[in-house]
Structure formats: structure tokens, C-alpha cells
């Protein structure tokens, strides 16, 4: 479902993704989905958070110019779609992203509107918590430690908070 939303990253004190999502935005969606991520990596004995932060805070937002220079190298060698090219710039990647970051840093597009988007997660790997934001409706929030944040609570969430405004 058309769901939008928005994902960042914290890492080192700054803010190293700020991604448009389109789909699943809320947190049975794309909520879900960074939980698993959390999860997946917090209890993999092989994982290395200081590299995976590391990767986070070697990632470069693009210029609009850069971003546009790119769509238009898709189109003069007609690719099917940008996205084929580049799936970590669409719209469709949303919480993937976190997994394509974790092997390797990218470039991305740094997205500073928020009016469209329903819900804005934050993953903050310095307080290794997740912020769930609702934007659209009471403006709620939610801030899990990466324990925490699992899909199963993010199930509790969502319910909680349809539930309240079910009642009000």
C-alpha cells in the first residue's frame, strides 16, 4: 500500500541517510522490516557493528545535479529504469536500503521533505535505538532500544495506536 515514509540514519552524531520510501510505511511495513534488520544484525555473532557503522558514515548524499545526471545516463542508454541501475536511489527500495548499506557504502539522495510522509523511522546506531514517528495523524512517537525493536512490537504499536484513535 502507498504508505510513505521516511528513513534516516544517525550515525557519529550526524545524519547519514535521509530516505524517501513510497510503500508499506507504517510499522507492520517498513517498521517490520528495520526490525528484522536490527534484529538479524544484533544477534549475529559474525556481524561487526563498528563496520556496519562505518559503511553508514562513509555514505555521500548526491547533489541534485549529480542525482540528475544519473537519470539522464539512464535514459540515453534506455535502461528498462532507473531503479534497475540504481536501486538504492528508488523510491520502492525503502528498509532494504539498511542491508545494501551494510556491505558497502553508497551515494544517495538526501530527502528534506517530509509533507508527503506518514510515519519517519530513525536509526540511531549512537544510542542504538529506532524512533518511530507517526507524522501524519496525532504526530505520535515511539522510541525503541535495538533490543526492543522487534516486529513484534512494532505489531503493538501499530495496534496501540489505531486503537487510540479508534476511541477518540
Known sequence: MGTRHQIEVIAKKELRVAQYGQWDGYPTGQGEDIAEFIQAHIKDADWTKERTIENFTECVFLTAAQTEQLENLTQSFKLKS????????????????????????????????????????????????VEVIELSREKRAKVFSFEDCTKENMQKLETEWNEEEEAA
Do not use: M, Q
Open 82 to 129: 532507473f531503479v534497475n541501475l540504481t536501486p538504492h536511489l528508488s523510491r520502492d527500495t525503502g528498509a532494504k536500503l539498511l542491508e545494501l548499506i551494510k556491505d558497502k557504502p553508497l551515494a544517495l539522495v538526501k530527502n528534506d521533505d517530509l509533507s508527503w510522509c506518514e510515519y519517519k523511522y530513525i536509526i540511531n546506531f549512537d544510542s542504538a535505538t
